[in-house]
């Protein structure tokens, strides 16, 4: 056990030398230390969003768990917010809006952060729509075109477009929003979309829900634009052998090169060290969806 220094807290850090991923001989202490020394160039991502913790007490070759409600044990100086459920009750979600909480979550062996669309000023409105790219084989190549596909009729229909590999399977496409319009605004809008690029790419994509139906198709998953969902934070350690991150970058880079997994909690400060963070300016892009919906009614009649 220690204490690291984070701001003005004094974070105990236990059990230290625990291995959490057993293949690469990854520690505790190194997730815990990534998390700290990423703090700067995640929390600008994740600030004033609720917190999904998904948690890995054993490691990752246990099984983990999702956890929403903070533990009674936290500490008072991690923001929180309650969200009511659909039904009866409410849900304390943590807030990680500083380095310490962050360096906290990691020690509670929250190895990937999973945030919010939505921030927490205005919880109905999401700031990004998010086109999940899910392969359903080992093919990258796909999912790499079918995110140029993405990026084009996005970006014709008048709206910015970001990319982040997920560190697992896929990739994210992500369009900035200007909180406008609500979740099911904006996943209709999403759905409509994908039901474009399916039309036009038959044989490669689709929007089928049920795995056993998929094929060999890449999986347009657009369910995340929904109240309460989440999406891997930007820069969080995912629990694949290796460590690798949830990793931002430039379109020019999905080449033959990318594949999801390509950065990890080894490589990533090499990276950071030669370029600077892709989404640093993703606010500045917010995008709105009021005029690029007439042009896409216009394309699903072309489609129909």
Known sequence: MYFLKVGKQNVKITH??????????????????????????????????????????????????YQKNIADYFPAWIPRIPIKKKGDGVVNYAVCNNAATLVYLANQLCI????????????????????????????????????????????????????????????????????????????????DIAKILVNQHPEMLTIEIRKAKRGKKIFIDTFRNSFAQTSVAPYAVRAKPGAPIATPIDWREVTSTLLPNKYTIKNIFKRLSKKE????????????????????????????
């Open 112 to 191: 990937t952060p999973h945030i919010w669309l939505s921030k927490i000023d205005k919880l109905d409105f999401p700031d990004k729509m998010i086109f999940d790219l899910d392969p359903s084989t080992k093919d990258f190549g796909l999912v790499r075109k079918t995110a140029k596909y993405l990026k084009k009729i996005l970006e014709d229909l008048g709206l910015k477009t970001y990319v982040m590999t997920t560190g697992s399977r896929g990739l994210h496409v992500v369009v900035p929003l200007d909180k406008k319009h609500n979740f099911n605004y904006v996943r209709a809008f999403a759905k």
């Open 277 to 304: 963070d892709p989404w640093k300016n993703i606010k500045k892009d917010v995008c709105s969806l009021k005029s690029a919906r007439k042009k896409l009614d216009s394309l699903l009649k072309e489609n129909s």
């Open 16 to 65: 230290s030398q625990n291995i959490l991923f057993p293949k690469h001989n990854i520690s505790k202490n190194e997730v815990v230390i990534y998390y700290y020394n990423i703090s700067s160039i995640m929390l600008p991502h994740i600030k004033n969003r609720a917190i999904t913790m998904q948690r890995f007490t054993g490691g990752i070759d246990q099984e983990g768990f």
